[in-house]
């Protein structure tokens, strides 16, 4: 059983390689979708099917949308370059593209902190520009969130 691969990963002590992590986040992922599918084995009564269908469906795209970028820029800082033969390089260009067609772009708004915060590995992709585009647009957006906590939190 899935549930029972994701339990050992979770427990176990081993150290996951830097380079590895990326792909580990993705098998746990999968797993959890997975593990998801059990929902239409028929034992569910529909209400319950859809309800735990959006919130699960929800909290992956939550998860995904915080975290695809950090995931990326963790493995072209491993390897110093973006390796643009992978699976993982080439979806998230398909996603930064769709995101352009689809005109999906955080604004950056030049927002306090936002430069502050630069991360040296996006300059890895600068010769990506949509992809650059994208993730630093995710990053600025991330920073503007955190500053608003920190700001709202303080009050």
């Known amino acids: ?49 859809l309800t735990r269908l959006i919130k ?15 995931y990326l820029l963790s493995e072209v800082a491993a390897t110093g370059k973006p390796d643009i033969s992978s699976q993982f ?12 067609e689809a005109a999906v772009t955080i604004a950056s708004t030049g ?3 936002a430069s502050d915060n630069r991360d040296d590995r996006l300059q890895l992709l600068l010769e990506h520009k949509v992809l650059y585009k994208h993730i630093k647009a995710a990053m600025e957006s991330r920073s503007r ?9 303080g009050q």
């Open 1 to 49: 059983m899935h549930g029972n691969r994701l339990s050992r990963f979770l427990q176990s002590s081993s150290i996951i390689n830097e380079l590895l992590a990326p792909r580990e986040h993705g098998i746990a992922v999968i797993t959890c979708l997975l593990s998801g599918l059990q929902v239409f084995n028929g034992d569910f009564n529909s209400q319950t099917r």
């Open 56 to 70: 699960g469906v929800h909290g992956l795209h939550v998860y995904a949308t915080e975290f695809w970028t950090e």
């Open 89 to 100: 390089f080439s979806m998230a260009l398909l996603l930064a593209n769709r995101l352009d």
């Open 111 to 113: 927002c306090i902190g």
């Open 145 to 153: 969130k955190r500053l608003e906590m920190e700001l709202l939190s």
